[in-house]
């Protein structure tokens, strides 16, 4: 799956309540399951780890759909050469 194709699944069962909920508190699920990762991570547990950074990514999605950026479209700057050395440019 691409990740323009997992955004536009996420888009189809929950943009209608995201936007709803708006960015601000779209937002704040997003830290709170940046957070569970967090602990996921320090507690070794793969299939924790897994599912955590799923999450991360889901509501990541759900955060750009309800703020009308395409992930994939994003992310080229990584595949075309405008980011050197792991820095964007100034």
Known sequence: ??????????????????????????????IEEVGELATALASQDAANQAEEFAD??????????????DLEDACRKYTEGRVKDGFKPK
């Open 1 to 30: 799956m691409q990740v323009r194709e997992f955004q536009e699944l996420i888009a189809r069962k929950y943009k209608e309540r995201d936007t709803e909920r708006g960015v601000s508190r779209t937002f704040l699920w997003f």
């Open 56 to 69: 991360v990514f889901a509501w990541l999605c759900t955060l750009a759909n309800i703020s009308d950026i």
